[in-house]
Nanobody, 125 residues
Framework: QAPLVESGGGLVQVGGSLRLSCLAS????????TAWFRQAPGLEREIVAG????????FYGDPVKGRFTASRDNANNTVYLQMDNLKHEDTAVYYC??????????????????WGQGTQVTVSS
């Protein structure tokens, strides 16, 4: 089984909501932080949100602050990204990633050891 599997993407209208899930297995289960990144066509991959293993620390990129919420269910090895008030510019492939490095900060892509295959989110106007 792949170490990280995302689900929950799809097509939604502007102003709508989606919840993404990221199921961890194997070596990714004991990660210190989990993050959501996204990549739109022609653009670089950018961080959307991050959450610590305990759930006590979260991080959000400026474009999604106040609209997206990261949470986790450690009993089920799952991290969620609740996305509300979606905008057209949120359209992208969303990836979850985990880092096994103690003290790693959220933003740098190179801090992450495992990546999911991505799930497409399309926001239509």
């Amino acid at each position: 089984q792949a170490p990280l599997v995302e689900s929950g993407g799809g097509l939604v209208q502007v102003g709508g909501s989606l919840r993404l899930s990221c199921l961890a297995s194997g070596g990714s289960v004991n990660s210190y932080i989990t993050a959501w990144f996204r990549q739109a066509p022609g653009l670089e991959r950018e961080i959307v949100a991050g959450i610590s293993k305990s759930g006590g620390t979260t991080f959000y990129g400026d474009p999604v602050k106040g609209r997206f919420t990261a949470s986790r269910d450690n009993a089920n090895n799952t991290v969620y990204l609740q996305m509300d008030n979606l905008k057209h510019e949120d359209t992208a492939v969303y990836y979850c990633a985990t880092s096994n490095t103690l003290g790693a900060s959220f933003s740098p892509i190179h801090h992450y050891d495992y990546w999911g295959q991505g799930t497409q989110v399309t926001v239509s106007s």
